[in-house]
């Protein structure tokens, strides 16, 4: 197993395990079925895997198992943060039962969240929220199957194939390896799964065995959940204690020599926007700090502004939306607060 994981690796540096320059997405509805037997295309992309060490036979019976799902490709064209202000996403996520259910999941399970603290730097309620966000605390993990999902995505999505195929391949590896039969676990429309709604690839780089009884397990196990995301950020350049995100005020219209909401490191100094007249609304933050500059745009046209800092960004590498960041960071404070209040 282990030789053909490190051939797995070679390949994937060499862009053979997604299939890169190997086959187009067919044409939607092509096949109701993901037999090489039938499509030369994923013949092909077998071979690919095959050459990097997957077994034939089972890969083979695998795909035969994956379904057509139109519904997939309807939902990624469908995303939230593609369509809504921020006011309407927001209140998709920060209501009173979501708040109050985030901190009772952190006492349920306070040993874990604390040892995730000590061992990663990340706090309790960020971590909470990002559950919060992605699957209520477990309870909402996904109801497609993660096999249909990924096939149909990898073969017919119009310009992300290279990047779900690679998906998919992670995530014939991952079931393999855990001894599960990839037809019987469900997920994400995109593929995502468990607690904390990791990719494959991000299931196999940072989910942890953070109760030690043998096995990563993101579908059933909150412990490790709570210790795979407190890992994620840390990978990711989480800064302990570090703020996320500060308030700030400024014009009616956002001033067009700004870049707004940009989903990488902080790029624009206080004094820079200062002077185009965006200013945090606490004090002493220096002058050439650098932060991520939002405009929110909310009911009625009017704009909210807000500073991102490093911790924001990290967020986003979980979710590549600022609006996904803001809803993680303002569901992280209220669940702050309600434990505060309660304790």
């Known amino acids: 197993m282990r030789k053909w994981l490190d051939r797995r690796q070679r390949a994937l540096r060499a862009g053979l395990l997604g299939g890169v320059c190997l086959l187009a997405a067919l044409p939607a509805g092509a096949d109701e079925t993901f037999d090489p037997g039938t499509h030369p295309a994923i013949a092909r992309w077998v071979d690919a895997q095959v050459a990097s060490g997957a077994d034939r036979g089972w890969l083979e019976k695998a795909l035969k198992q994956a379904r057509y799902r139109q519904g997939v490709l309807e939902a990624m064209s469908k995303a939230p943060e593609r369509h809504l202000r921020w006011d309407e ?22 040993d874990a969240f604390e040892r995730a603290r000590d061992t990663y730097g990340v706090a309790p309620e960020v971590i909470a929220a990002i559950i919060g966000v992605e699957t209520y605390y477990g309870r909402h993990a996904g109801s497609h199957r993660v096999l249909d999902s990924l096939a149909t995505l990898a073969f017919h999505h ?5 990047f779900f195929r690679g998906e998919l391949a992670a995530f014939l590896t ?28 991000s299931y196999q780089a940072y989910a942890v065995d953070f109760d030690d009884d043998g096995k990563r397990d993101l579908w059933h196990d909150p412990v490790d959940a709570i210790g795979s995301v407190g890992n994620y950020f840390a990978r990711h350049g989480w800064q302990a204690g570090a703020p996320i995100v500060a308030a700030a005020t400024g014009p009616a219209t956002p001033p067009d020599a700004i870049a707004f909401n940009r989903t990488r490191p902080p790029y624009e100094r206080i004094d820079t926007l200062a002077a185009a007249g965006i200013r945090a609304q606490e004090s002493g933050l220096a002058a050439d700090r650098q932060v991520i500059p939002l405009a929110l745009d909310v009911a009625d046209g009017k704009t909210r502004y ?6 924001f960004y990290v967020i986003t590498r979980y979710n590549h939306s600022h609006l996904y960041a803001m809803a993680v960071a303002t569901l992280a404070e209220r669940i702050r607060e309600a434990l505060e209040a309660s304790a």
């Open 89 to 110: 996403y927001r209140d998709i996520f920060i209501q009173p039962e979501r708040i109050q259910a985030g901190a009772d999941f952190v006492r349920a399970h306070r």
């Open 174 to 201: 991952l079931t393999r390896e855990q001894g599960v039969d990839p037809d019987s676990l469900e997920g994400s429309y995109a593929g995502a799964m468990g607690y904390p709604q990791f990719i494959p690839t």
């Open 306 to 311: 807000r500073l991102g800092f490093r911790n």
């Open 158 to 162: 119009p310009s992300r194939g290279d």
